[in-house]
């Protein structure tokens, strides 16, 4: 019975395909197409990392595969807490916001998600697997950062470093220690295996070490510069950009859990060219993307077997964030970074 149910349904699926086909009813992934070449550009918001070269070869290899002529703004994140605050800001006045796709964290998605402020679209109808759409429809993950402590391995030795989240209240780091702006990687230590109330005595335990203050970039300069000499969390983003990739800035592997964010593409609420942003949030999942990606900003999908991160994430106890966690995370990391002293978080 099961099977004949089977048979069945594709049957009627299959017939509901050639009807529309010789009904002349365009795909959801022909009509972005078509739309895109009508919009004829995109404003792409993405990290810094991934390079001007880097976009100019996504856009390229995005054309040549839809057979489109589209222009893509690349516009680097500077402070992606200050530009998501831009975009909700924006559209609660029913203003249209400066960009079409927005590549951040699932963190910052989660903002945007918590205030609906975006602009959803059937992914899964272009291809996209399910597992890869977060945010109902809002979003789509298709790489994966790595974050744990680092430090300068030319001022601490290796065997100095630290081996546990705690050992960042080492008396020894008062003063050499920085902390980034992206509050958001110890709130998903709160919303996963520690919990809220360990998280938040490990944040204001931080705050006595005399902690220096920046975005992700500056404190990885300041590491680089040995201003300081260990950051409680940084990014693989800048560890293994091609600029860096010689330099003595490492994680310090021996911490866990391994905090894993994801880079998801979404399109904000009034986008000005929805079809031509849907269409590359959808290629960003595509194995070309993936490797253009890779090279240029230095991640690829952990979820996905045989990339890179796949491989290095089953070696280690990863924290992912779940859709169902998104507003804790969204209100922890606001008011971790009320903790720590930055301001308009």
């Known amino acids: 019975m099961t099977s004949l149910k089977r048979l069945s349904s594709g049957f009627v699926a299959l017939l509901t395909i050639t009807v529309l086909t010789k009904l002349g009813v365009a795909a959801p992934i022909d009509d972005l197409i078509k739309g895109a070449k009508q919009e004829g550009t995109i404003e792409f918001y993405a990290p810094s990392t991934l390079t001007p070269q880097g976009a100019q070869a996504l856009a390229a290899a995005f054309n040549k595969k839809y057979g489109l002529n589209v222009k893509l703004q690349f516009n680097p994140s500077g402070n992606m807490t200050r530009d998501i605050g831009k975009v909700v800001g924006l559209g609660a006045s029913g203003v249209p916001p ?138 693989d983003s800048e560890i293994k950009s091609e600029k860096n990739k010689s330099a003595p800035v490492v994680h310090a592997e021996a911490v866990s859990p391994l905090i894993a964010p994801a880079y998801q593409a979404g399109v904000p609420k009034n986008a000005p060219h929805p079809k031509a ?10 194995p070309e993307a993936q490797k253009i990606w890779e090279k240029y900003a230095g991640q690829s999908s952990a979820l996905i077997p045989g990339t890179s991160a796949y491989k290095y994430a089953q070696k280690k106890t990863v924290v992912y964030m779940t859709q169902d966690q998104a507003e804790m995370v969204d209100r922890l990391s606001r008011e971790y970074g009320k903790i720590f002293g930055f301001s308009g978080l």
């Not at 109902?136 to 994966?144: I, L, P």
């Open 98 to 235: 400066e960009w079409d796709l927005m590549v951040v964290t699932d963190a910052h998605h989660a903002t945007l998600w918590v205030k609906k402020m975006h602009q959803p679209f059937d992914y899964k109808s272009i291809g996209v697997d399910p597992k890869a759409i977060q945010y109902d429809n809002g979003a789509v993950s298709f790489a994966n950062q790595f974050v744990l402590p680092a430090y300068n391995k030319q001022l601490v030795p290796a065997k100095d470093a630290p081996k546990t989240w705690e050992d960042l209240l080492n008396p020894k780091w008062k003063g050499k220690i920085g902390v980034s702006s992206a509050t958001h990687h110890m709130a998903r230590l709160a919303a996963g295996p520690w919990g809220e109330e360990k998280t938040t005595n490990f944040v204001k335990a931080l705050t006595k070490q005399e902690l220096i203050l920046g975005r992700l970039g500056e404190i990885y300069s300041r590491l680089l510069l040995g201003e300081i000499v260990v950051a409680v969390s940084l990014t």
């Open 277 to 286: 942003a849907y269409l590359m949030a959808g290629y960003l999942t595509t």
